[in-house]
């Protein structure tokens, strides 16, 4: 079983809806990630948070919020979506956020938005 | 550019059957390659972690093999079972700078009884 816990599971939400995905390890990483993930397509990375500091956002439209409250914890915040935002959320963390750490990632959260 | 090439992009096997998943990779600076498994709706879990001077690395019924030269790599799956049915992902990192992946587009495979 994956020790990066993520809820939701599933969460439908419409466009005008404000919802957030939450991700928490305790496996004492100090990295934590978000990625995309649509049908059939590999992940696609969306933020990175080192030491609960964001150090990496790949260009994601403002509709996306993160969040660190602490080092264990992740949130992703969600306003105003479009339905092509529907795809799978996976949260992932490691034990540094330099290369050759292992990734480990969570079960992902199902986000539908009609 | 950096890129990691799988094939198949599907495989069907029965029960019981070995397989063998290729990747190819042109990712400059290599760090590392990953195999993860990725059941249908869930996250992926990684299988195994290859550096550049491995060649070999199991890991129960998966074995996957790693060649620097040519920039290839395979992973084989023995005794295959029901529950293998999911996606393979080759995963390579960049060396340096953050944990940076470079995903494959997946093999999936199907056992059937």
């Known amino acids: 079983d994956t020790e990066v816990t993520q809820t939701p599971k599933h969460l439908v939400m419409g466009m005008t809806n404000k919802k957030s995905l939450k991700c928490e390890q305790h496996m004492g990483h100090r990295a934590m990630y978000w990625y995309k993930q649509k049908a059939k397509k590999p992940p696609e990375l969306m933020f990175v948070y080192s030491y609960e500091k964001l150090s990496i956002n790949e260009s994601v439209p403002s509709r996306f919020s993160p969040e660190c409250p602490n080092s264990s914890l992740l949130n992703l915040h969600l306003h105003a979506l479009q339905p092509e935002d529907s795809a799978l959320y996976l949260c992932?963390?490691?034990?540094?956020?330099?290369?050759?750490?292992?990734?480990?990632f969570g079960e992902g959260s199902w986000l539908t938005v009609v | 550019k950096n890129q990691v090439e799988q094939s198949p992009q599907s495989l069907i096997i029965l029960e019981g059957k070995n397989c063998t998943l290729q990747c190819n990779y042109t990712v400059s600076p290599f760090s590392n390659l990953r195999w993860y498994k990725q059941d249908t709706g869930r996250g992926p879990v990684s299988l195994t972690i290859m550096t550049f001077s491995e060649n070999t690395k199991s890991n129960g019924r998966y074995t996957a093999t790693l060649d620097a030269d040519t920039k290839q790599s395979s992973l084989h799956i023995t005794a295959s079972q029901l529950s293998d049915s999911a996606s393979y992902i080759c995963?390579?990192?960049?060396?340096?700078?953050?944990?940076?992946?470079?995903f494959g587009a997946g093999t999936r495979l199907a056992v059937h009884p």
């Open positions: 995963v390579v990192s960049l060396s340096g700078g953050y944990n940076k992946l470079i």
């Open positions: 992932a963390s490691s034990q540094g956020d330099r290369s050759g750490n292992t990734i480990y």
